[in-house]
């Protein structure tokens, strides 16, 4: 354990890696607070954004982190709004990096879920995330009971449920899997998963 941090995480295992993620919303910012505390928590590798807005779906830098984790690494941030875009995405995240046997700290909040405490969060953040998708579940089917009560045309039904959306939407980010294969999951065509989501707005979900 590299003692020059104070929150500095363990790998579950003697393969385990300390991978850092770091982000900066717009180019004239820094990444050297980040960079630094990251290398002081003993990362051996760091990956990272600059100029790219946490309401960006799409961070290269985050993309590669991700694809570089294996079961008993660990993600290391500075602070929790350096990884997630949304409170959705955020909880996704930690999810799937418990499904797939990977650790997270963030050094500012002191999180790490390393520790016997730690563990808790994976549970927690769950179930924010589930929480979060019953509220988009509930608040759209409620919103179009009370589009068709005031004789609102909505339309033939849609080829994929409220219910189908918000599932393709978690097993993509939780589970880790492509558009595509969700779309195979449900029977539609990519275009039409797309479709589904950006009507409900989950990708941009708080």
């Known amino acids: 354990m590299n003692t020059s941090w104070p929150f500095a995480p363990t790998p579950l295992s003697a393969n385990g890696k ?25 990362c051996q590798a760091i990956y990272h954004d600059a100029g790219i807005s946490g309401g960006k779906a799409g961070r ?6 991700l694809q570089t984790l294996t079961e008993g690494d660990t993600l ?12 959705l995405h955020l909880t996704d995240l930690i ?3 418990e499904n797939d046997g990977v650790q997270f700290c963030s050094l500012t909040e002191g999180i790490d879920t390393t520790t016997a405490g730690g563990k808790l969060i994976f549970h927690v953040f769950a179930a924010v ?43 993509i980010h939780q589970e880790g899997k492509t558009q595509h294969e969700a779309a195979e999951r449900f ?14 707005q989950i990708e941009t979900a708080v």
Not at 60 to 65: F, Q
Not at 77 to 87: E, I, N, P, Q, T
Not at 150 to 162: F, M, Q
């Open 18 to 42: 300390l991978i850092g993620y770091a982000r900066v919303s717009t180019d004239d910012q820094r990444l050297d607070l980040q960079l630094d505390a990251l290398s002081r928590a003993g």
């Open 60 to 65: 290269p830098g985050l993309d590669e982190a």
């Open 76 to 87: 290391v941030v500075y602070k929790l709004d350096r990884l997630g875009r949304s409170v």
């Open 95 to 97: 999810t799937r990096f």
């Open 129 to 171: 995330a589930e929480f979060t998708r019953d509220l988009i579940r509930e608040n759209t089917v409620e919103g179009l009971k009370a589009a068709r009560e005031r004789g609102a045309k909505i339309g033939r039904p849609p080829l994929l449920s409220v219910g189908d959306i918000v599932e393709a939407h978690r097993y």
């Open 187 to 200: 029977g539609v065509s990519e275009s039409t998963l797309q479709r589904g989501l950006r009507r409900l």
